[in-house]
């Protein structure tokens, strides 16, 4: 049986409460399609409109209210975890039964490692939460914020995107799947905490990039495969220029040229294709698949998508 790891993009989940409820119908559908075929599935998913949400949402009541604590980007993650594992195990739970398949579905919080030591702490550039005027803003890098203008909006909070070392709960994920349930997991990247000693995990303000924290959980599981989900059906090189060219298959090598040619935009395809060559490097016969979610089935039978592998 094939062991598949599948990162949802922004479009799987919509950018907001009653977007989402409709996606992850949709999504659902895919992922069900998938299941019947036989494929062992761990669901992973972005959170990029939901954390930015919740955390609004906290720093506007601490605003209203400053006898509230102020919520760590960490706790926020975690509850982005759990508000969008529940709309997909909910959704999920009801196409597999509407197919009489019988597979419990659940959403693990799962908590990314990753290194204090990261240069990205140095050099924080994922824009969060609400927008501030400057006065505003000099008051928070006073308290400690790093702040950014955000595109002619106003101030924004800027975390840092470091890199995951390790998923806390892959074991935990492991014995789900290996007993037939369908995981959903590293949500948003994962809580992003740090070893402070053997035994104390602390949470950290930061995002972790979705596809890496897929890409590292797809090597701890020793998946066959990492299927990136996004809003295009296959990778471009020249992507928007005249001599647009989609690609079926990229070599490693291939990939690493195209990255070093510039043809994969930064935050958005680069870390995706960066995602992918770190799980194709990470072992043997590895392959990863950049698709659509309407077309993964055809993907994962080779009829479409990007496939990337040695
Ligand atoms: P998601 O939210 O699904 O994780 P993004 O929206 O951040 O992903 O990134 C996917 C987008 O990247 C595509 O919709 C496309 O517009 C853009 N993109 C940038 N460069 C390329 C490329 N070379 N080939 C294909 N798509 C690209
Ligand atoms: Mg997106």
New binding site residues.
Partial sequence: MKRVVL??????LGDNLHEQMIAVKIAAKAIADLIEEGYEIIITH?N?PQVGMINLAMETATKVDNSLFYIPMSVCVAMSQGYIGYDIQNALREELLSRNINKPVATIITQTIVDKNDPAFNNPTKPIGAFYTKEEANEMSKRGYDMTEDAGRGYRRVVASPKPIGIVESETIRTLVESGHVPITVGGGGIPVRVTDVRHLKGTSAVVD??FASAKLAEELNADMLV?????E????N??KENQKWISKMSVEDAKNYIKEG???P??????VEAALTFVESGLNRKALITMLEKAKDGLAGKTGTVICS
Avoid: R
Wanted: hydrophobic content about 50%; overall charge positive.
């Fill in positions: 990162a949802l993009g922004g479009n799987a972005g990029g979705k596809d990136i989900l996004t809003a295009v296959q990778v471009a090189i992507f928007g043809h994969f935009a935050g958005s395809m680069l870390p995706k």
